[in-house]
């Protein structure tokens, strides 16, 4: 029996390690060690374990013991369960999505392989994934690598935690608040009194095109009245932080190795939204209140003055290591199903593109305005609970076209006992099948279905009709 140091008592062991099953995650092992710069010589050391040993586990030649995961947890402040999680169900997942890129149609890849390099291969699955996601499918012959694409790969490779922003702005925060307890109001004062910037909501004929814009000649930062209350706050505090948090902005935009002029430019802007929500909703203060409230979205709202959006987003970002709230995964989306913003640091339900149409994500535009709750699973078993309700981007004038957009948000079942908006909910009765669209998924008798999974073997025969109108398997 292995014997577990006192001083790690709080740390939680897997139950894996508990019920006889052996853990193997060389891959994972050796990927913690590269992102952090180390030699197996320098972890070695660190661990207290001979290099041989080290290069034993990499190679999956032997089995994480407790102690050994201790020894991780303690030294790298890391959580265990992103080396004991059994996390080839996600990657065979977001393998299979990768193949309903419109460039890759046709191209015949069986899920039992996709299993294979999954299992064998995590890393190389993992570079894929990383690739996918840098060169988006816009068309036959795609663009290179563009400014979108390199603020998606920035957030997803932090797991959107960026700790140096957090902290900044947290300390921001600290110091607004000694103007008052109302952070909209000491943004605003923040910006006149140390940077002469006048805060002004203009009406929407003088300013038709803009919602926020800096008039340096004036020294105004001018508003368009058509946004409420939370967004010209949270307009303020993007300028407030694009002043005083510009180096850490820059340093974190350095870090994450992006170069070039727009790239930087678009990733500027994503970070100072980062660091106005955490400004807005500091980091240990927001997390006590969804830790004493639930997780209650609409609580949350009230307790900060902020809207749905800005507080479902801000909930994919509390992963600071030793205060790390529920991993939430956030999706926006149109009519259409158009995916305009997608965070998953975890396990998710989302798709990369399109999306399935039982996700109730998609029928909150026949109630706007109504939150609605759904319990979902997903092929392989995995199950989440979910909200989803419309939301308003701006005010507009009578007749002009409304842009209409919907999100959703969620956690696996796991954390669900934790949220106020699980009351009432059997979260071990019934959930909803559901997929990541289509072409990623392989559930045969779903009727709801509009096209083949990509890659599937289809067959046909004129002489009967099942319940969709695709037979097809994936051996």
Not at 57 to 84: C, G, H, M, V, W
Not at 125 to 139: D, F, I, S
Not at 165 to 191: C, F, I, P, T, Y
Request: proline share 7%.
């Amino acid at each position: 029996m292995t014997e577990i140091p006192a001083s790690a008592a709080a740390v939680e062991l897997p139950e894996t390690l508990g019920n006889g099953r052996k853990i193997f995650a060389g891959a994972r092992v050796r990927r913690l060690r590269t992102q952090r710069g180390l030699t197996q010589t320098r972890m070695a050391n660190d661990l207290g374990v001979s290099i041989s040993y080290l290069n034993l586990i990499e190679r999956d030649q032997r089995p994480l013991s407790a102690s050994f995961l201790l020894k991780l947890a303690q030294n790298y402040d890391l959580d265990i369960r992103s080396l004991t999680g059994n996390d080839a169900g996600e990657l065979v997942d977001e393998l299979s999505k990768l193949f309903t890129d419109p460039r890759l149609i046709g191209i015949d890849v069986p899920r039992s392989e996709l299993r294979d390099l999954a299992a064998r291969a995590p890393a190389i699955a993992h570079a894929l994934l990383r690739l996918a996601a840098a060169t988006p499918a816009t068309g036959p012959e795609p663009p290179p690598p563009g400014p979108i694409a390199a603020v998606t790969w920035m957030i997803d490779a932090a797991g959107n935690h960026f700790p140096a922003l957090d902290e900044a702005a947290e300390k921001l925060a600290d110091d607004l608040r000694l103007s008052g307890s109302d952070l909209n109001a000491a943004v605003v004062e923040r910006l006149r009194a140390r940077h002469a910037i006048t805060v002004r909501a203009l009406p929407l004929e003088v300013m038709p095109g803009h919602l926020r814009r800096l008039d340096l000649h004036s020294r105004q930062l001018q508003l368009s009245e058509s946004l409420d209350a939370a967004s010209r706050g949270f307009a303020a505090a993007v300028q407030l932080v694009l002043i005083e948090l510009k180096a850490e902005i820059a340093a974190t935009i350095a870090g994450a190795g992006i170069a070039d002029p727009l790239d930087v430019r678009a990733a500027t802007v994503a970070m100072a939204k980062y660091a106005a929500a955490a400004t807005l909703m500091p980091y240990t203060r927001f997390l006590a209140a969804c830790e004493a409230t639930g997780y209650d979205v609409e609580l949350l709202q009230a307790r900060f003055g902020r809207g749905l959006e800005q507080v479902a987003h801000r909930l994919t970002t509390l992963h600071r290591p030793g205060a790390r709230g529920v991993p939430f995964f956030f999706l926006r989306v149109d009519r259409a199903g158009t995916v305009s913003k997608r965070f998953a640091p975890g396990a998710s339900p989302l798709p990369v593109t399109g999306g399935c149409a039982l996700w109730h994500v998609y029928h909150a535009f026949d109630r706007p305005g109504e939150i609605r709750r759904q319990l979902v699973e997903l092929e392989d078993g995995q199950r989440f609970l979910t909200l989803a309700r419309t939301i308003r981007t701006a005010a507009l004038p009578w007749g002009v076209p409304r842009p209409g957009f919907a999100i959703g948000i969620g956690c696996d079942i796991g954390h669900a006992a934790s949220l106020s908006w699980s009351i009432g909910v059997d979260l071990n009765g019934p959930a909803t099948p559901i997929g990541p669209g289509c072409a990623a998924c392989h559930r045969a008798a779903c009727r709801q279905r509009g096209a083949p999974p990509a890659g599937a073997h289809l067959a046909f025969d004129e002489r009967q009709r099942v319940l969709t109108p695709f037979r097809f398997t994936d051996e």
